[in-house]
């Protein structure tokens, strides 16, 4: 039987134009400045909480570690604006604020936490059930399984070196098949961003979705943010116009544009999938009634 043109799936003309219908019917566009704002908001108490949790953990070099590999993976134009200020709160122990740091970050990160939750809500044509008290607790363990993913990271980047080292000193002849975290600076990088990206969609949603149904919006983001962030190193160094509009505040309102722009993109995923979804749902439905109809 000859596959009827509807039954092939959506072109990708179909597929942008639906998508981004639905982007700004969910109102994505004030919920993308939202997370925005939250996002640069929570970073120093995020940067602060993670230090401590370093110094409590006996290591005060982990967050330092890893902030630094971070830095050098982010567009240098952006966040060279930044990075004085990152130092100065890396560089002052912290051990003894753990509990305050931890509830500001909390408090602050909360609403950007939900504003991304409520984006892919919408995206996902899903209504929100869980209780208050659930969403919170939900949020409290976002902000701490963050900051311990990225303090084991950054033990990673610490222990490989010197396990490269041994290895060259023990076994010179494989000398050449090793590669140095510097060689493997962007594909960590990449691979860290589709990881974060990956469990925002499959764990903010008021839905349980499998890897399948939001990888296509995954990897849509990531390859998106990629793009985005070349690009707007280019524009940051031959057309930046922030700096004759908000001269000393250059950098964190260019910092919080592109965040809003990548915020637009991380719904515009989740909008993705669900015109996918819906499709593959019609195509399911059309031929169960072509069966019936046999």
């Given at each position: 039987m000859t596959a009827k043109p509807e039954d092939q799936g959506p072109t990708i003309a179909q597929l942008v134009r639906e998508?981004?219908?639905?982007?700004?019917?969910?109102?994505a566009i004030p919920l993308a400045g939202n997370i925005a704002f939250r996002t640069?908001?929570?970073?120093f108490p995020?940067?602060?909480?993670?230090?401590?949790?370093?110094?409590?953990?006996?290591?005060?070099?982990?967050?330092?570690?890893?902030?630094?590999?971070?830095?050098?993976?982010?567009?240098?134009?952006?966040?060279?604006?930044?990075?004085?200020?990152?130092?100065?709160?890396?560089?002052?122990?912290?051990?003894?604020?753990?509990?305050?740091?931890?509830?500001?970050?909390?408090?602050?990160?909360?609403?950007?936490v939900d504003s991304v939750r409520v984006g892919l809500n919408r995206a996902y044509d899903i209504r929100e059930t869980r209780s208050v008290w659930w969403l919170y607790f939900q949020n409290v363990l976002f902000v701490i399984g963050s900051a311990i993913f990225l303090l084991v990271f950054a033990l990673l980047i610490v222990f490989a070196p010197i396990m490269i080292q041994l290895a060259e000193t023990y076994a010179p002849?494989?000398?050449?098949?090793?590669?140095?975290?510097?060689?493997?600076?962007?594909?960590?990088?990449?691979?860290?961003?589709?990881?974060?990206?990956?469990?925002?969609?499959?764990?903010?949603p008021a839905k349980s979705l499998n890897v399948l149904e939001v990888l296509p919006g995954v990897v849509?983001?990531?390859?998106?943010?990629?793009?985005?962030?070349?690009?707007?190193?280019?524009?940051?160094?031959?057309?930046?116009?922030?700096?004759?509009?908000?001269?000393?505040?250059?950098?964190v309102f260019a910092a919080m544009f592109f965040v809003y722009l990548a915020a637009l993109v991380l719904i515009l995923g989740g909008e993705v999938n669900r015109v996918l979804e819906v499709r593959r749902i019609m195509r399911m439905q059309r031929f169960k009634g072509e069966d019936a109809d046999v």
């Amino acid at each position: 039987m000859t596959a009827k043109p509807e039954d092939q799936g959506p072109t990708i003309a179909q597929l942008v134009r639906e998508s981004f219908y639905r982007l700004f019917a969910d109102e994505a566009i004030p919920l993308a400045g939202n997370i925005a704002f939250r996002t640069v908001f929570s970073v120093f108490p995020f940067l602060i909480f993670l230090t401590a949790l370093a110094g409590f953990f006996g290591n005060d070099n982990l967050a330092e570690g890893v902030v630094t590999f971070l830095l050098s993976v982010a567009p240098a134009r952006l966040v060279e604006p930044l990075v004085p200020e990152i130092r100065s709160i890396l560089t002052v122990p912290r051990s003894g604020l753990l509990s305050i740091s931890a509830l500001i970050t909390i408090w602050s990160a909360m609403g950007g936490v939900d504003s991304v939750r409520v984006g892919l809500n919408r995206a996902y044509d899903i209504r929100e059930t869980r209780s208050v008290w659930w969403l919170y607790f939900q949020n409290v363990l976002f902000v701490i399984g963050s900051a311990i993913f990225l303090l084991v990271f950054a033990l990673l980047i610490v222990f490989a070196p010197i396990m490269i080292q041994l290895a060259e000193t023990y076994a010179p002849a494989l000398k050449g098949h090793f590669v140095t975290i510097e060689q493997l600076r962007y594909p960590i990088g990449i691979t860290l961003l589709t990881l974060g990206v990956l469990f925002c969609h499959r764990v903010l949603p008021a839905k349980s979705l499998n890897v399948l149904e939001v990888l296509p919006g995954v990897v849509i983001t990531v390859v998106a943010w990629v793009v985005m962030s070349s690009a707007f190193s280019i524009y940051l160094v031959n057309f930046n116009t922030f700096a004759s509009t908000y001269a000393s505040l250059s950098g964190v309102f260019a910092a919080m544009f592109f965040v809003y722009l990548a915020a637009l993109v991380l719904i515009l995923g989740g909008e993705v999938n669900r015109v996918l979804e819906v499709r593959r749902i019609m195509r399911m439905q059309r031929f169960k009634g072509e069966d019936a109809d046999v």
